[in-house]
């Protein structure tokens, strides 16, 4: 089996190719500063970059989970998510409450993909 890693950093890779499927680390915002939509925003543009050199994008993505630091933070990320979701394409999602590494993180988002053929 061939496995590609992409977007490797020293504990992790930002995403990885195997067996048929492209696999997204949890991803969180590049800027902090940022409100709940801003840094959804963020890690949504992220996501796409890590498809587009897995060789796929947002309409193959199966399954999503999104981790909120606050859960009454979910329509602020929604309105970033809505703005983003191809409606023809919907992945399965899970949105749930759990504490960050980073206080300043207020959403992370994992999720798995189709890989290219």
């Known amino acids: 089996m061939t496995i590609r890693r992409i977007a490797e950093e020293s504990r ?12 997204l680390a949890g991803q969180v915002a590049d800027d902090a500063t ?3 939509e801003g840094q959804t925003a963020d890690i949504l ?4 970059a890590l498809l587009a050199e897995a060789g796929t994008d947002k ?3 199966l399954s999503v989970t999104v ?10 990320m929604n309105r970033a998510w809505d703005a983003w979701l191809d409606p023809a394409h919907k ?3 899970m949105t749930i409450e759990a504490p960050l590494v980073d206080p ?8 798995v993909a189709l ?3």
């Open 115 to 117: 890989a290219p053929r």
């Open 91 to 93: 992945p399965a999602r």
């Open 104 to 111: 300043d993180w207020k959403v992370e988002i994992t999720g």
């Open 59 to 61: 309409r193959a993505l």
């Open 34 to 36: 940022l409100d709940t």
């Open 45 to 48: 543009r992220q996501i796409d």
């Open 67 to 76: 981790v909120l630091a606050d859960i009454a933070d979910a329509p602020a």
């Open 12 to 23: 992790l890779s930002g995403a990885v190719v195997a067996g048929g499927f492209v696999w």
